[in-house]
Structures are given as C-alpha cells and as structure tokens.
C-alpha cells in the first residue's frame, strides 16, 4: 500500500499571493479527487507534490520518505500529466515514448519496446504508434499523456486537469482508462469538474483560495445533505431578491426558467420542493460557506 502524507503545507509566492494555506491531506491507494474552482490552489499543490517547486513551509513524505529532502525520490516513483504538455513536432507516439522511456531511466531496448508497446495497447493507441502525437485529436493526446505517465511504472500519478475540453465519449474512454490505473497505486485527479469525481474517486477533497474545505468519501458527503437542499423555478429576474431571502447554493437554466438549489433544514417557503442531493450540490454548498467566512 503506497501513502502520501502532507502535513501543514503552504506556498507564498514571492508577489505576495499564499496559493496554498496551511493544507494538510492522507492520500493512499486509488482514485482521490481534488475538486477547486479555477485558482483554489490545485496546481500549485499538484506541483509541488511532483517536486517541480519547493513550498515555504511544511512537509510531505511519500512511503515514509521526506520528498522535500529527497525530491528524487518522489521522481522516481512519479507519473505526470500536468494541464499542458508539449510534444516534438513530427515525431510518432512510439518515438517520443522511447525518448521519454530513456530520460526516465529505462535503458534495456527490449524492456523499453515490451513496455511501450503495452501502454499503446493499454491506452488504446498501438494502431497510432507511427503517426506524430501533434497531430492527434485531443482525447488521444490525453491517453498518450497518461501512457507517457505510466513508464517505468510508477506508485503515484498525478493527472491535472485531464478532461476538459474533451467530447463525452473521449471523456468517458479516458475515465475508464484512469479507472483501471487507480486499483494498484494512487492517482490523484486535480479538477474542477464534479462529475469526473463523483464517477471515479472513492475519496476526494475540496479546496478553495489554497484552504482545504472539505474531506471525505462522495457518497457519504452526498448522504450528509439529505432532506436539506431544496429546489424551486423561478424566473430569471427574480433571483436577486431570492438571494436576498435564501441560502442559494447554484443555479442552473432548463426550459427557459431558473432552477435554483437552496439549503435548509426546514422548506424555505411553499414553493419550493424536496430534491435528493448530489456530488454538485455538496462542492456548490461548502464553496458557499467558505465565500461567507
């Protein structure tokens, strides 16, 4: 079973901006989700995690070793698909993996070819293997990110950011995918997509302005707000003074009128009505209480 253990973590960058506040999470084996709005902090915490940068104060070990100390370490055993990554112009999938598979220490020929030719077939890629990675659609260059990530078959994997902009269906292929890789080690996925959470992850965390908010597993923090979150249609001028008189949590467009989600132990008013609550209701609520504080 593999751990990773960060312990009061914060990062200060040098114009004044505390990105993470004093974070502390225990992550093992699996899917782990961290949810945020855009600029909560989760990059900066994905990172520094993957010793890219060096925080200002606090400690994270992985297996028992202080990665902050031994930052090889944490190298080793690492997989990365950050938001964005380049790849060489002109070069095909299986070149560019063999190069990656070189710098990562990989230096058997033949392992690196059984390997390769592995993860092409795992991400549902070996029929590409010939053709340039820049010219393939967005979801498989998310899949190639994830086989890049896989080389040398590391314990931990860090995938940020990795649906957005893809259709339903690659989205759906490349969830699958990360379903798979999370049964032997940890995969941390860092979004701001509720959905992608709430079909993969068995644990998750929520932070915003670099704070954690929120911990737990999403089944049972959805059974936490049940009998308490309520819903009503209401036009869409009328939700100025629905704020005014109610703890609206979100609101969403359907046919034209505004249907808006409360919470409350007890009805609001007459018109509103009893909805079961889901993962988006739990992100939505709690981000409403920390705006509050």
Same mark, same amino acid.
């Given at each position: *079973?593999? &751990?990773? /253990?960060?312990?009061?973590?914060?990062?200060?960058?040098?114009?004044?901006?505390?990105?993470? +506040?004093?974070? &502390?999470?225990?992550?093992?084996? #699996? *899917?782990?989700?961290? =949810?945020?709005?855009?600029?909560?902090?989760?990059?900066?915490?994905?990172?520094?995690?993957?010793?890219?940068?060096?925080?200002?104060?606090?400690?994270?070990?992985? +297996?028992?070793?202080?990665? =902050?100390?031994?930052?090889?370490?944490?190298?080793?055993?690492?997989?990365?698909?950050?938001?964005?990554?380049?790849?060489? $112009?002109?070069?095909?999938?299986?070149?560019?993996? @063999?190069? =990656?598979?070189?710098?990562?220490?990989?230096?058997?020929?033949?392992?690196?070819?059984?390997?390769?030719?592995?993860?092409?077939?795992?991400?549902?890629?070996?029929?590409?293997?010939?053709?340039?990675?820049? &010219?393939?659609?967005? #979801?498989?260059?998310? !899949?190639?990110?994830?086989?890049?990530?896989?080389?040398?078959? $590391?314990?931990?994997?860090?995938?940020?950011?990795?649906?957005?902009?893809?259709?339903?269906?690659? !989205?759906?292929?490349?969830?699958?995918?990360?379903?798979?890789?999370?049964?032997?080690?940890?995969?941390?996925?860092?979004?701001?997509?509720?959905?992608?959470?709430?079909?993969?992850?068995?644990? *998750?965390?929520?932070?915003? +302005?670099?704070?954690?908010?929120?911990?737990?597993?999403?089944?049972?923090?959805?059974?936490?707000?049940? @009998?308490?979150?309520? *819903?009503?249609?209401?036009?869409?001028?009328?939700?100025?003074?629905?704020?005014?008189?109610?703890?609206?949590?979100? &609101?969403? =467009?359907? /046919?034209?009128?505004?249907?808006?989600?409360?919470?409350?132990?007890?009805?609001? @008013?007459?018109?509103?009505?009893?909805?079961?609550?889901?993962?988006? @209701?739990?992100?939505?609520?709690?981000?409403?209480?920390?705006?509050?504080?």
């Amino acid at each position: *079973m593999n &751990s990773l /253990s960060i312990k009061n973590l914060s990062k200060t960058y040098e114009n004044g901006t505390k990105a993470i +506040n004093n974070l &502390s999470l225990e992550i093992t084996n #699996g *899917m782990f989700g961290l =949810l945020g709005p855009n600029g909560a902090g989760k990059s900066t915490l994905m990172r520094t995690i993957a010793a890219l940068q060096e925080p200002s104060s606090g400690i994270i070990e992985f +297996n028992g070793i202080n990665i =902050l100390e031994n930052p090889m370490f944490i190298r080793e055993n690492l997989g990365y698909l950050p938001q964005e990554f380049g790849v060489y $112009p002109k070069i095909s999938a299986y070149r560019l993996l @063999d190069h =990656l598979a070189i710098l990562k220490g990989i230096v058997n020929k033949k392992e690196r070819h059984d390997q390769i030719l592995y993860l092409l077939q795992q991400t549902n890629l070996l029929q590409h293997k010939d053709k340039a990675v820049h &010219s393939f659609s967005g #979801g498989m260059r998310q !899949r190639f990110g994830i086989a890049q990530a896989l080389l040398g078959n $590391p314990k931990i994997i860090i995938v940020d950011e990795p649906t957005a902009g893809l259709d339903p269906e690659e !989205r759906n292929r490349f969830n699958n995918l990360l379903s798979e890789i999370g049964e032997s080690i940890i995969v941390i996925l860092s979004t701001h997509i509720v959905e992608d959470v709430r079909d993969l992850c068995t644990k *998750m965390a929520v932070i915003a +302005n670099g704070k954690l908010i929120l911990e737990g597993n999403p089944n049972e923090t959805v059974n936490s707000l049940k @009998d308490k979150i309520w *819903m009503k249609a209401i036009q869409k001028t009328e939700l100025e003074s629905h704020k005014e008189h109610f703890n609206i949590i979100s &609101s969403h =467009l359907n /046919s034209g009128k505004l249907n808006i989600h409360v919470y409350s132990e007890q009805r609001p @008013d007459s018109g509103f009505e009893l909805v079961s609550p889901d993962l988006n @209701d739990v992100y939505f609520n709690v981000l409403s209480q920390n705006l509050k504080k």
